[in-house]
């Protein structure tokens, strides 16, 4: 990475960090700092915007209900490409943010090949080589950046139909139509993945920590790295103090 983009990207994270802290409770880890919280909930403000006036304009006689939360239906046309410009603009900045965790390597083939038992709950603790993120994580984050150039590239000639023309606009908006599925799938599954499917996952994005035994759960390798330990060992240990007959669900609660 170009050295003068680490220390933009450095410098926003500083400022934005000043203007907020993380509390750590006994047994908790930090997962998320404020920066990285404000960036996601940006990106989340800017894509429920750009989704809700893309559906506005893509069926108004099915979603006319939306177009009076943006001012009618000529506003909703106006404000849907800003929306998205804003989204693609704070989600550049999560880009910056989180690029050396989402690198794809070996283990994420790993545990691509295992992805039935995680979606089935199968072991108790992920294994050893889990990291910060896992290979679905990963997955999910780099369909966002695909798309959010897909974006771009194609709302552009929609944005101008007259500068770039007709057939320009009707492949823009089957681009752009793909793209919206793809980002709509992944919110849903991301919405599921971090409330009910996994229970203490939303706090890390709105206390920024995490429970230890969230932790070794579910990202043994990072919980070695800021907590010193072995997962597997805390994970028994936990285990053998809970009451005969609990539940040995992998999933913790809060």
Not at 118 to 125: E, I, L, P, Q, R
């Amino acid at each position: 990475m170009n050295t003068a983009i680490e220390r933009f990207d450095e410098s926003v994270r500083r400022r934005v960090g000043a203007y907020g802290r993380t509390v750590v409770r006994a047994g908790e880890l930090v997962r998320h700092p404020v920066y990285t919280r404000v960036l996601h909930w940006s990106v989340a403000v800017f894509f429920i915007l750009a989704l809700l006036s893309g559906f506005a304009i893509y069926s108004p006689w099915l979603y006319h209900w939306l177009t009076p939360l943006f001012g009618g239906g000529a506003n909703t046309r106006l404000l849907h490409p800003w929306f998205s410009l804003g989204f693609v603009a704070v989600f550049a900045f999560q880009f910056l943010n989180w690029l050396g965790p989402m690198i794809w390597n070996a283990d994420d083939r790993r545990w691509t090949r295992r992805v039935r038992e995680y979606v089935t709950n199968s072991d108790a603790v992920e294994p050893d080589y889990v990291d910060f993120f896992n290979a679905g994580q990963k997955v999910y984050f780099w369909a966002i950046v695909i798309s959010a150039i897909v974006f771009v590239i194609s709302g552009i000639p929609m944005w101008f139909p007259k500068t770039f023309g007709r057939p320009a606009v009707d492949i823009g908006y089957v681009l752009h139509d793909i793209a919206a599925i793809v980002m709509l799938i992944g919110f849903i599954v991301h919405l599921y993945e971090g409330t009910a499917a996994q229970p203490g996952t939303f706090q890390a994005m709105t206390r920024g920590t995490v429970e230890q035994r969230w932790a070794w759960t579910h990202h043994p390798a990072w919980y070695r790295r800021a907590a010193g330990r072995d997962a597997h060992t805390d994970s028994e240990r936990a285990r053998a103090r809970q009451p005969q007959g609990a539940s040995g669900d992998r999933r913790p609660h809060e």
